[in-house]
């Protein structure tokens, strides 16, 4: 028996489609990262950290929307990989502050070089004009996302 085409009916459904395209693509870079010794998460607090300098830990995660508990066990991972530096927070001691360190930006600017590898592929169909509107897109779909206007909608 031939294989069948995708369903039409599932590309129709935007969010199917989306979801399928983020697992697929999400896979790859999970690859593309653990050559690094790293994962979504690491890099994700490597951006975080080398955009806005050092930052304390329960902000980040909060930003990141990572509970406080789980937070620790990545900033204890980054801080025992060398990637990222922990110390109290003069302003308040019972705050930590984190900080990336040369060899955390290293690793951050080769997960953004393999991002940006991966993005090309994913790109590849779409002219310059069309990748410039899918970012803008991307861009918005996300600000609604995090502003908390999808929840409300639903």
């Not at 110390?87 to 060899?103: C, F, G, K, M, Q």
């Not at 899918?134 to 929840?151: A, I, K």
Request: net charge negative; no cysteine; glycine share 6%.
């Amino acid at each position: 028996m031939a294989t069948p085409r995708f369903s039409q009916s599932l590309l129709d459904m935007d969010v199917f489609v989306l979801s399928n395209l983020a697992l697929a693509l999400r896979r790859r870079m999970a690859e593309r990262f653990a050559e690094l010794g790293a994962n979504r998460w690491d890099v994700a607090v490597l951006a975080v950290l080398t955009d806005h300098g050092p930052t304390v830990q329960r902000a980040l995660g909060t930003l990141l929307g990572v509970d406080p508990s789980d937070m620790v066990d990545m900033a204890e991972r980054l801080v025992a990989a060398g990637w990222v530096e922990r110390e109290r927070d003069p302003s308040d001691r019972r705050r930590y502050l984190l900080s990336v360190t040369p060899e955390g930006r290293e690793v951050f600017e080769r997960a953004r070089q393999e991002e940006a590898r991966l993005s090309e592929a994913l790109l590849a169909p779409l002219d310059e004009e069309d990748r410039e509107r899918w970012r803008s897109l991307l861009r918005l779909l996300h600000g609604h996302l995090r502003s908390g206007d999808l929840d409300a909608r639903l």
